[in-house]
Each structure stands twice: as structure tokens, then as C-alpha cells.
């Protein structure tokens, strides 16, 4: 078991993961569990001392528990979420290991979110990615027999081309950037992108302006409750750039949508840990699923389009209609959004 993550607390589910991978331990499974050093600490005491304990193998990527971050480096974080289970299947997406994100623990106020099941040659691609990050923090080098990588014994019930996009400020990055600005360049019918945190640069807009002028059918669908505030400041401030371009900015109301979900033309989706904001573009590491298939690609719309169904529409008159402070407080904290 190979596992990575951004968040992962030390709560009610965090234990369920510590109980079950320390039970995987006892049968003689080999378990890697890597966390962020941010994200580590959303919880205190740490999930850290807690695995370590339970005779599981973990270390922090890019910094210490006791002694601090990596300084200069603790924006550059691993953003990723990845979970490889004996070489055939792994997990990735946007959730983090929290209560908050359970039905169980949180009830009817837990937050959304959306993750997938991965089977297929893909999965080496993610594992790669997910040992190449162990690799650069403890020094160990994953391979042998207990870590080789096959292919599932069964054919796929619905085979499609998939490939795995990881990003970060190394070798690969803004490889996630270039990717969608090449997506909203090909653009010809429709965009759909759901998003909890939408602060794209200025050549993500131009693109995807670009591509309403021409046509094409563009959604944005954030969520009206954000559970961080100055971002959503920010977000707000810089709706009028698409809005005034034939966009169209959705709010969906209810319990916090951590969601990243794209589609274009109903036959390209890319899912995965990337937000749409400079932290994801740019200084975290990510990793992201582009998927060639219009199945899958309709399965994301309709999970988009269901989201648009009960939200609220955003318009450039409302926007305006805002107290004068108000759009200055949110335009401030757009000048500063590289940073939160």
C-alpha cells in the first residue's frame, strides 16, 4: 500500500485509516504512507506520531513535525492524493483523509467531494508518481516483488484512453496550465469546470474568453459556501473577467463542494487534485487524470449539470450592485490571491 496525501487528520476517519492500514501491517502487507507537512498539521497533535505507533511506515514531504517546514520552500507542497493497493488498483481525486468530508462523522453538513477508482496501465503512471515523492523524502527506492506494478487479471468492463498529468515546481511544471489552456484552445462546443477555488491567471482567462467569443458554450460552477473566506473574496473580484465574455458563473448552495471536475465538447474530462487557482498552477505538486472517452466524459457533465440545476446564477449586475468597499475589499484581496 503506497499512500500519499495532502490532509490527513487525526479524527475519526484518520483513525479508521491508521486502524485498517496498521491491520494490512499485521498481515505482512508493506505500507508507505506519505502527508504534506501543512497538511499535517490541520490536526493536533499530528496523524504522524499516531501511524508510527501503530507500526506504519510514514514521513512528512518537505518538512519536520518538530522542528518547522523546509524554509524557504513551504509553499511547495504535495497537493497530490494517491492511494496504490498491491499495483493494480489506485484511488486519486480531490478528497482529503478528514471527518468532515464523511456522511458518517459530519452528517447532513459534511462537505462533497469527488474521487475515483483507477485500473489499468494508468496505474503505473500514478504509482510512479506517488514512489518518486517517497523516494525524495525518505531516500528508499520502491521495488522488488513487493512493489511491482501489473495489470489486473480481468480485461476492463469499459476500457478508454487515460494518462496521468503530474505538476509541481520541478521538471513538470505548469504542465497542468499548459494542458488546459491547450483544451480551452481546441475548444468547439462547450466547457463545463467545476472548481472550489477559480483564480486562473490571465492566460487561463484569455483562453477561455477566447473560446466564448467563438462559441462555445462555457459553465463555471463554484460553491457558494467556501470554507475559506478571503479566497472566495477573490474569486468574487475577478468574476466580471469572464462574466462580460459570455461566461457563465454558477453558485451551488449547500454544504461545501471540494470538487475539481472539467469537461470539454462531452468527450475530454480531466479530474484530479488541481484546483484552478496559482497554488495548484503553479507551486503545488498535483496530479491529475486527462480521460479520452464520451461516457465518462457525460458522467462528469451530468454530476456538473446537476450542480448547476439548483445554483444560483452570477451576473455582472449583481456584482455591481455591491456596496463600493465591498468591491474594493475583494479587488485587494484578488491583487494578492498568488498568496493565500
Not at 497533535?45 to 513551504?74: H, W
Not at 511547495?76 to 458518517?104: P, W
Not at 521538471?171 to 494542458?179: C, F, G, R
Request: net charge neutral; aromatic share 8%.
Amino acid at each position: 500500500i503506497l499512500l500519499e496525501t495532502y490532509i490527513f487528520d487525526n479524527d475519526d476517519v484518520g483513525r479508521l485509516f491508521v486502524e485498517s492500514l496498521a491491520g494490512a501491517v499485521q498481515r505482512g502487507v508493506s505500507v508507505r504512507v506519505l502527508i504534506d507537512a501543512v497538511g499535517a498539521r490541520y490536526s493536533v497533535p499530528s496523524i504522524l506520531g499516531r501511524l508510527r505507533e501503530a507500526g506504519i511506515t510514514a514521513d512528512l514531504f518537505n518538512g519536520n513535525i518538530v522542528m518547522g517546514l523546509r524554509l524557504p520552500y513551504a509553499n511547495l507542497r504535495t497537493h497530490r492524493k494517491i492511494l496504490v493497493v498491491d499495483g493494480t488498483i489506485a484511488f486519486t481525486g480531490g478528497m482529503n483523509i478528514r471527518k468532515g468530508f464523511s456522511a458518517e462523522f459530519a452528517g447532513s453538513s459534511s462537505a462533497r467531494d469527488a474521487h475515483f477508482q483507477v485500473t489499468g496501465p494508468v496505474v503505473a503512471d500514478v504509482f510512479s508518481v506517488a514512489a518518486e515523492d517517497w523516494r525524495f523524502v525518505s531516500g528508499e527506492l520502491l521495488k522488488g516483488d513487493t512493489w511491482q506494478v501489473a495489470t489486473p487479471p480481468a480485461a476492463p468492463g469499459q476500457p478508454m484512453l487515460a494518462r496521468a498529468v503530474a505538476s509541481g515546481p520541478d521538471a513538470s511544471i505548469e504542465t497542468n496550465h499548459n494542458l488546459l489552456i491547450g483544451a480551452f484552445s481546441v475548444a468547439r462546443k462547450s466547457i463545463r469546470i467545476m472548481s472550489p477555488y477559480f483564480l486562473p491567471d490571465r492566460e487561463l482567462i484569455s483562453a477561455l474568453t477566447t473560446a466564448a467569443r467563438r462559441g462555445v458554450e462555457i459553465d463555471i460552477v463554484v460553491p457558494a459556501m467556501n470554507n475559506l473566506f478571503l479566497v472566495d473574496r477573490a474569486m468574487t473580484a475577478q468574476f466580471d473577467q469572464v462574466l462580460k465574455h459570455y461566461c457563465r458563473v454558477w453558485r451551488t448552495e449547500g454544504s461545501f463542494d471540494h470538487s475539481k471536475l472539467l469537461s470539454v465538447d462531452g468527450v475530454w474530462a480531466y479530474i484530479g487534485s488541481s484546483n484552478l487557482d496559482a497554488r495548484s498552477l503553479r507551486l503545488n505538486f498535483e496530479i491529475d487524470i486527462e480521460v479520452l472517452d464520451a461516457g465518462f466524459a457525460a458522467e462528469i457533465e451530468a454530476r456538473i449539470g446537476s450542480a448547476i440545476a439548483s445554483a444560483a446564477s452570477v451576473t455582472i449586475e449583481t456584482l455591481r450592485t455591491r456596496p463600493f468597499i465591498v468591491r474594493l475589499f475583494d479587488r485587494v484581496l484578488w491583487l494578492g490571491s498568488p498568496y493565500l
